[in-house]
Nanobody
Framework: QVQVTESGGGLVQPGGSLRLSCTVS??????LAWYRQRPGQQREFVAA???????NYADSVKDRFTVRRESAENTAYLQMNGLTPEDTGVYSC??????????WGQGTQVTVSS
């Protein structure tokens, strides 16, 4: 059973930074993607990185968030800078295997507040 584990969430002041981690129990996956669910809203795409290293971002986080992958650790990191209260939410990681199977982590809470 593939396990996906997120960490790194917490409380941060506006303008601050956090780095989230997503670790997968297997190296055989094609992509890792971050999603978030803001209070009262549906889950939305944030950023993704594929096995070749290419990445893409939602317009709302472009130029503030960076996703990178450490293959040796089966881990993807989401560096979040310039956080605003609108970034508050539960951030979840989705791993997609080479066969197209999808695995979700439990999520990690990010709260941006003064």
């Amino acid at each position: 059973q593939v396990q996906v584990t997120e960490s790194g969430g917490g409380l941060v002041q506006p303008g601050g930074s956090l780095r989230l981690s997503c670790t997968v129990s297997t190296s055989f996956f094609m992509s890792l993607a971050w999603y978030r669910q803001r209070p009262g809203q549906q889950r939305e795409f944030v950023a993704a990185i594929v096995s070749g290293g290419a990445s893409n971002y939602a317009d709302s986080v472009k130029d503030r968030f960076t996703v990178r992958r450490e293959s040796a650790e089966n881990t993807a990191y989401l560096q979040m800078n310039g956080l605003t209260p609108e970034d508050t939410g539960v951030y979840s990681c989705k791993a997609t295997s080479r066969k197209g199977s999808i695995y979700w982590g439990q999520g990690t809470q990010v709260t941006v507040s003064s």
